[in-house]
């Protein structure tokens, strides 16, 4: 269990290293670039708008994995670069970047625009 805990949190690293480079603007090695390329997963930035479900939410509560596929890797919030913990309390105007199955990027960025109900809102 502690060696699972310990690959998560090395590619959660190596996700938000990606992220970094998406982020700044940098132009990836050409290695990097094609394998982002043919990977099936992606980085996806958004802001949380003030009527997404999102907003007031804790992480845990928001359920973005179990309904996007998509994982919240860190928040922007303001100058401010937070590591998400289960408790974080989710804010309108933050920037969450997360990684996931690119199928689920649509349905993220629609769940933090608040174009879209949450699912568990939904029943």
């Known amino acids: 269990m502690i ?3 310990v690959v998560t949190e090395q590619i959660a ?10 982020l700044r603007g940098l132009e990836p ?11 099936e997963e992606t980085v996806a930035r958004v ?6 479900p999102l907003a007031g939410r804790k ?3 928001a359920k973005i994995q179990e309904e996007t596929g998509m994982w919240v890797l860190v928040i ?3 100058e401010e670069w937070l ?7 989710i804010k309108a105007d933050d920037v ?3 990684s996931g199955y690119a199928e689920g990027e649509e349905d993220f960025r629609e769940l933090a625009s608040g174009v879209r109900a949450s699912a568990h809102e939904e029943s």
């Open 76 to 78: 922007r919030r303001g």
């Open 96 to 98: 969450l970047i997360a």
């Open 83 to 89: 590591r998400p913990r289960s408790n974080t309390v």
């Open 13 to 22: 690293d190596a996700a938000m290293e990606i992220a970094d480079v998406v």
């Open 3 to 5: 060696r699972l805990g």
């Open 29 to 39: 090695h050409p290695v990097l670039r094609r394998v982002i390329e043919e990977a």
């Open 59 to 61: 992480l845990r509560e």
């Open 47 to 52: 802001r949380v708008s003030k009527t997404s």
